[in-house]
Every structure is written in structure tokens, then in C-alpha cells.
């Protein structure tokens, strides 16, 4: 009867949680918040991103939206929300998934270059958006895409197959993981059976 109380009271003094969303995210750099969350006193779950792997070494990390920004969602918020990682990600994930995607992506054309490429570089908490509906990405480009998250909150896509619009494409989301602060993937990414599966990697010459 006492633990009953117990969990009962732990219900009721759970909070509510917020208006959350989802960003692409690496080891790196969930090693890199924890470090940074230490150096300012915080320790155990208040260090610890929220994190799940999404594919390949990519991860999508957990995070609580605004009205002036977003911030990273914590192994403590979730204690304090009373929800596991899986509940939290999957409510993220179906809010995220009706977001209107065109509006996210601007297109890029290089002169002399047949083809266009696609930019996303919205600092919204929610750019893994782009990744969730392949479908929505397939219908704005027109066919079949490629995909490259070199670093924080940066996705480049394109329809694959004309040489020359491949090889721009590839050596500049290259260029953007070897520039970036917080780098992702130098990896290029292809809708499969499996879900978004390695197309090619532009090696550092």
C-alpha cells in the first residue's frame, strides 16, 4: 500500500512536457554538451543528452521548444516529465512529421551545372525533420533524393545522377563537415529497405 502511495505521489508530481522536437546530433558532440554541462557544475543525468541512434552513426537528440529558442532535453528532464526515451521521441517524432516541409529547404543552383541542390539550415530544434518523412523529400525533389548532414542543423539534398551535379554537391557538404564546429556525417545518405542507408563519402583527398 505505501509504494502504491509512493508511485501515485511520483505521478502527480511529474511536470508536463513541453512542445518537444528532435535534431540530428552525433557522439561527438553529445560527448561535447556533457563536457561543457560539467565544467558548469552539472553532473549525472542533468549532463546527459537525450540521445537515440537514428542511422548509420547519426543520432537524433531529444529537445524542448521555446517561445524565444530551443534547448537541449536532459536524462533529468525526463525523470522530471515522468516519460521514458521512447515515449518522449515517438510524440516528437508524429509532431514533426506533419510540420510543412517545403519550407524548410531553399534551393541552390550552380551556374554551368545541370540540376539544383537543396539547403536546409534552420536552427529550430527540429531539423530532423527532413529525415523523418523521405516520402515529403521525394515529392519536393521530384524523384528519388540523396541526403548529407554534415553538421548541426545543415541537411544538403539532391536528385542523384547527373555527374556533375553529384560531384558539387558531394565535395560541398564535404567541405561544410570539415568547417563545421559541430560536425555530424561526411557520409551522403540514400532512402532504402533498411531506411536511410550509406551512398557515398567524399574521402579527404
Same mark, same amino acid.
Given at each position: 500500500?505505501i509504494?502504491?502511495?509512493?508511485?501515485?505521489?511520483?505521478?502527480?508530481?511529474?511536470?508536463?512536457?513541453?512542445?518537444?522536437?528532435?535534431?540530428?546530433?552525433? !557522439?561527438?558532440?553529445?560527448?561535447?554538451?556533457?563536457?561543457?554541462?560539467?565544467a558548469?557544475?552539472?553532473r549525472?543525468?542533468?549532463?546527459?543528452l537525450?540521445?537515440r541512434p537514428a542511422?548509420d !552513426?547519426?543520432?537524433?537528440c531529444?529537445?524542448?521548444?521555446?517561445a524565444?529558442g530551443?534547448?537541449y532535453a536532459?536524462?533529468?528532464?525526463?525523470?522530471?516529465?515522468?516519460k521514458?526515451?521512447? /515515449?518522449?521521441?515517438?510524440?516528437?517524432?508524429e509532431?514533426?512529421r506533419?510540420?510543412p516541409?517545403?519550407?524548410?529547404?531553399?534551393?541552390?543552383?550552380?551556374?554551368g551545372?545541370?540540376?539544383?541542390?537543396?539547403?536546409s539550415?534552420?536552427?529550430?530544434?527540429?531539423?530532423?525533420?527532413l529525415?523523418?518523412?523521405?516520402?515529403?523529400?521525394?515529392?519536393?525533389?521530384?524523384?528519388e533524393?540523396?541526403?548529407?548532414?554534415p553538421?548541426?542543423?545543415?541537411?544538403v539534398?539532391?536528385?542523384?545522377? /547527373?555527374?556533375?551535379?553529384?560531384?558539387?554537391?558531394?565535395?560541398?557538404a564535404?567541405?561544410?563537415?570539415e568547417?563545421?564546429?559541430?560536425?555530424?556525417s561526411?557520409?551522403i545518405?540514400?532512402?532504402? /529497405? !533498411?531506411?536511410w !542507408?550509406?551512398?557515398?563519402?567524399v574521402v579527404?583527398?
Amino acid at each position: 500500500m505505501i509504494g502504491l502511495l509512493l508511485v501515485l505521489a511520483g505521478m502527480a508530481q511529474a511536470a508536463e512536457p513541453p512542445r518537444l522536437g528532435l535534431v540530428v546530433a552525433s !557522439e561527438a558532440i553529445q560527448g561535447a554538451y556533457k563536457k561543457a554541462a560539467e565544467a558548469k557544475g552539472s553532473r549525472g543525468p542533468a549532463a546527459q543528452l537525450d540521445c537515440r541512434p537514428a542511422f548509420d !552513426e547519426v543520432l537524433f537528440c531529444l529537445t524542448e521548444l521555446q517561445a524565444d529558442g530551443w534547448r537541449y532535453a536532459t536524462a533529468a528532464d525526463l525523470q522530471a516529465w515522468g516519460k521514458t526515451s521512447e /515515449e518522449l521521441h515517438r510524440v516528437a517524432v508524429e509532431r514533426m512529421r506533419a510540420l510543412p516541409l517545403k519550407s524548410r529547404l531553399s534551393s541552390q543552383r550552380v551556374q554551368g551545372v545541370q540540376g539544383q541542390m537543396w539547403l536546409s539550415n534552420i536552427n529550430d530544434g527540429q531539423d530532423a525533420a527532413l529525415l523523418l518523412s523521405p516520402a515529403a523529400i521525394q515529392e519536393v525533389l521530384g524523384g528519388e533524393a540523396v541526403v548529407a548532414v554534415p553538421t548541426q542543423g545543415v541537411a544538403v539534398m539532391w536528385k542523384p545522377g /547527373e555527374p556533375m551535379m553529384d560531384k558539387v554537391a558531394a565535395v560541398g557538404a564535404r567541405k561544410l563537415f570539415e568547417d563545421a564546429g559541430h560536425p555530424i556525417s561526411p557520409k551522403i545518405f540514400i532512402w532504402g /529497405e !533498411e531506411g536511410w !542507408e550509406v551512398w557515398a563519402e567524399v574521402v579527404k583527398p
